[in-house]
């Protein structure tokens, strides 16, 4: 990880996992996107400042393990529950992003014993149409310049510069991508059965969602927050799938507003 | 030293492939015309029936949603051919058993084939090549385990002839196994892989006595993975059934003129255009390649050989083409240059290159240049010990 927090290992289920803790206070749980972009945002920074940020790296992403056993999201979101008992962690707010935000809805329909809000950013997880519906767009089949003017509303904020990573970050970077088509691959970006297990959220959720995402559409987002009892839904002007990177302010506003 | 001929059945019959920016996965199928469709399928088979006639052997493969190949089913051709020739063997390379993901059914087509041809069947097996996970929407992060599971469960099936067998795998489930027919040959045809980087997965294959092939590589990398493959058996000999197998494309004519005329042709494979998304699917190649692809210093195959000069091409025995003589000098240099090789397999028609010029080509290797190379000594022995250096 490439954040300025304490990061450890800790072995749950037989695999050890990447954890970077920063700051103090409530626990905040955030799962990073596919692509650990988080990792290191200066909003972070400010969670730190009321929250104890705790940012486990799913198994694959990062150096956490990754098992043959483990073959989809909720396999991983296992995992996930498992990291919060193995911490003890109380009164969670879990916050996760994109893939991130798939793995805490698949742990929030499991167990909210530990749980007291969940966020969920421009997250995967859900099939809203039918079979012929493309409800998300199949980002490994397309030109990459397509994909990178779909994911962000500015394609030039999602230029990366590998130039500069060292191989252990090289390593991470190619490693996230791997284990995002393992994981992701098919079904493709959900869960079949998730959609039939969100009324068992019982805690305040919200959707936050990028309104130029061409991703995981804002209506995507939308159909997805009707899932979950009282969830509430706040879209972004001027963000794509990364609201939080591309539109930070208004992201932890509307972040601000719902878990302080 | 066995000559096999082959074609990957192309349908050059495109618009201009400076206007398409893929050939393959993508390519609007209101580019193909039934009609042309139906003389090109029967063209390529009348071919490999004359090859056959002509004492060469027959080797077929399969690609889905590509212009490139329009063999869909190498075991349909394969049981076409089971029929219609006589004496040639007849080579499946291979089944892209991790991209159709049923080994019994595949086990199953393999013996009826077998016993049509009586026995002249090889079996391959293949992972499949990158742009296929699409078409097939298989997992490319799991296709090699997903290869060596299907292999285990084919090679079980077709020997276990007492009593039938449960299997509960990572990736198959199957009850009451048994198949019928059981293979011509006993316990099985002789099984065949391909490669092109992974060592390790050579050197299995080199353990388990299957043939191991590759295809328009450099003779430097060609000796590199025979090496390795050779390493793999040094103490006991060549296990039954095994050896290894190098394909170029080849091009055979009166005149040296006319020879580079058709190998020109044959380098419209070599020029199939993929749209980038396609080349590397995440997973396909391990970690370490990949962050060399963000470093930019790792390139597909094809990338690489498209970049060189036909003369190039030749040098590194990628191209194999000329006057008989001449193609007959170059095979025995790539023998040389590699450590030896069992089966030179030809890829002698791509694109354009006509039927008559097809036919011309592969009489004049039949007559002028197989008596030349047939003799050829199998793949060498390899020193152990400078192996193990």
Sequence with gaps: MSGSGNVQKITVAGLAIEIERRGSGRPLVLLASEEQLENGAAFIDDLAKKFEVIMPAAPGF??????????????????????????????????????????AAEMAIKSTARIAKLVLVDAYGVKIGGAWDRDIMDIWTSLPAKVAAAKWANPENGKRDFSVMDDAQLTAVA????????????????????????????????????????????AYGEAYSKLVPGAKFVKIANAGHYPHLEATDAFMSALNGFIN | MRAWHFTEMPYPNLPPLEDLSTMRVSLANKHFDPKIGADLYNRYLDEYMIADDLGLDLLCNEHHQTATCIDVAAPLTAAILARQTSKGRICILGNPIANRGDP???????????????????????????????????NPTETVDRLWEGIDLCVKAWG??????????????????????????????????????????????????????????????VKWMFDAYRSAYNDTGLPGGGGTAYMPLVFTADTEEEAEKGARELTWYLNA??????????????????????????????????????????????????????????????????????????????????HTRTVKSMSLFAKEVYPQIKDLARTQPLNTKAAAE
């Design chain 1, 62 to 103: 990062g150096t956490s393990d990754r098992p043959d056993w483990l073959a989809n999201p909720n396999d991983l979101s296992y995992v996930m529950l498992d990291v919060i008992d193995a911490l003890d962690l109380k009164d969670v707010t879990l916050v996760g992003f994109s893939l991130g935000g798939w793995i």
């Design chain 1, 175 to 218: 490693r996230n991508m791997e284990s995002f088509a393992r994981f992701c691959w098919s079904p493709y970006m959900h869960n079949p059965n998730l959609r039939h297990r969100l009324h068992r959220v019982n805690v305040p959720t919200l959707f936050i969602w990028g309104e130029k995402d061409g991703i995981t559409p804002l």
């Design chain 2, 104 to 138: 019994i059914r595949i086990a199953e087509e393999m013996a009826m084939i077998d016993c049509i041809s009586k026995g002249r069947l090889d079996v391959g097996f293949v992972r499949g090549v990158p742009y296929e996970v699409f078409a097939a929407n298989s």
């Design chain 2, 160 to 221: 276990a002839v007492d009593e039938p067998f449960n299997f509960e795998g990572r990736f198959t489930h199957r009850r009451a196994v048994n198949l019928w027919p059981r293979p011509y040959q006993t316990p099985h045809p002789a099984i065949w892989m391909t490669g092109s980087s992974d060592l390790e997965n050579i050197k299995k294959a080199a353990a388990r006595g299957y043939v191991f092939a590759t295809f328009l590589q450099p003779h430097t990398k």
């Design chain 2, 273 to 354: 255009k993929t749209e980038p998304q396609y080349r590397n699917p995440p997973g396909y190649v391990p970690v370490d390649f990949n962050v060399n692809a963000l470093k930019g210093t790792f390139t597909g195959r094809t990338d690489a050989m498209r970049a060189k000069t036909m003369e190039f091409l030749k040098e590194e025995g990628v191209m194999v083409y000329g006057t008989p003589d001449s193609v007959a000098k170059q095979i025995k240099r790539l023998y040389e240059l590699v450590g030896g090789f069992d089966h030179l397999l030809m890829m002698q028609q791509a694109g354009w290159l006509d």
